[in-house]
């Protein structure tokens, strides 16, 4: 049984830092891709980022240059390295797994659609204030 959990959440200032950990148990993470989403309230859950087999990553614009996606076989986890925080990052962040891997200009890719991924985890909280 997969099971995914989240933890490194909190509250932090604007422009402040934050590094989500979703560990990973009957699942390796170095298959197929995995990712992060996001959802804040009101709103539709979005992709933030995921990373393929081969480590090849992708961001969401809203993100790129801020966050970093990265995982550590040995320990079957995956990180979110979240810098320059701003108030509309605030939303409950979600590790996804099991996802969709496709092929192209030489190497793997994912996509950031929820209805690619296969495992999902409970969600931390992240708000940042102004």
């Known amino acids: 049984q997969v099971q995914l959990v989240e933890s490194g959440g909190g509250s932090v200032q604007s422009g402040g830092s934050l590094r989500l950990y979703c560990v990973a148990s009957?699942?390796?993470?170095?298959?197929?891709?995995m990712g992060w989403f996001r959802q804040a309230p009101g709103k539709e859950r979005e992709g933030v980022t995921a990373?393929?087999?081969?480590?090849?990553?992708g961001y969401a614009d809203s993100v790129k240059g801020r966050f970093t996606i990265s995982q550590d076989k040995a320990k079957n986890t995956l990180y979110l390295q979240m810098n320059s925080l701003k108030p509309e990052d605030t939303a409950m962040y979600y590790c996804?797994?099991?996802?969709?891997?496709?092929?192209?200009?030489?190497?793997?890719?994912?996509?950031?659609?929820?209805?690619?991924?296969?495992?999902w985890g409970q969600g931390t909280q992240v708000t940042v204030s102004s």
């Open positions: 009957g699942y390796s993470v170095s298959s197929n891709c």
């Open positions: 990373i393929a087999s081969d480590g090849t990553s």
């Open positions: 996804a797994a099991g996802g969709m891997q496709y092929y192209g200009g030489g190497g793997f890719y994912c996509l950031l659609k929820a209805t690619d991924f296969a495992y």
